[in-house]
C-alpha cells in the first residue's frame, strides 16, 4: 500500500513538473528572444556602418568638390590679376611716356618762352636803337 502522503507526492512532482515545463518553456522563449535581439543588434551594427561609410563618403566627396571649386576660383582669380597686372604695366608704361612727353612739352615751351622773351628784346632794343637813331 502507498503512503498516505503518496497522493501529496504525486500532485507535488506533477505541479513540479507543470511548473518546470512552464520554466523550460520559458527559458526557451528568452534564448529565442535573445537570439533574436542580437540579429537586432548585428542589423543595427551593419546599418550604422554603411551609414557611416555613406556619410564618409559624402563628406569626402563634398570637401573634394568644395577643394576643386576653391582651386578653380583661385586659378581663374590668379588668371585675372596677372591680366591686372600685365594692364597695370601698360598703363604705367604709357603714364610714363606720357610724363616723358609732358617734361618734353614743358622744356619746349620753356624754351620758346625764353626765345620768345629774347626776341622781345631784340626788338625792344632794335626799336631803341632805330628810334635813336631817327630823333637825334
Known amino acids: 500500500m502507498p503512503p498516505p502522503y503518496a497522493h501529496l507526492d504525486k500532485n507535488y ?3 513540479f513538473d507543470k511548473r518546470n515545463s512552464n520554466l523550460e518553456r520559458i527559458k526557451s522563449e528568452i534564448e529565442k528572444e ?3 535581439l542580437k540579429e537586432i543588434k548585428n542589423e543595427y551594427a551593419t546599418k550604422k556602418k554603411n551609414l557611416d561609410d555613406l556619410q564618409s563618403s559624402g563628406k ?3 570637401d573634394e568638390e568644395i577643394k576643386n571649386y576653391k582651386d578653380e576660383e583661385l586659378s581663374k582669380l590668379d588668371k585675372e590679376l596677372y591680366g591686372k597686372k600685365i594692364e597695370l604695366k601698360k598703363w604705367d608704361d604709357m ?3 606720357k610724363e616723358e ?3 618734353s612739352l614743358v622744356n619746349t615751351s620753356f624754351n ?3 626765345r620768345i622773351l629774347d626776341d622781345i628784346d631784340r626788338c625792344n632794343s632794335f626799336t631803341k636803337h632805330i628810334s635813336n637813331q631817327f630823333f637825334i
Open 101 to 103: 612727353d609732358f617734361y
Open 112 to 114: 620758346l618762352r625764353e
Open 60 to 62: 569626402n566627396k563634398v
Open 34 to 36: 535573445e537570439s533574436r
Open 95 to 97: 603714364i610714363s611716356s
Open 13 to 15: 512532482r506533477e505541479e
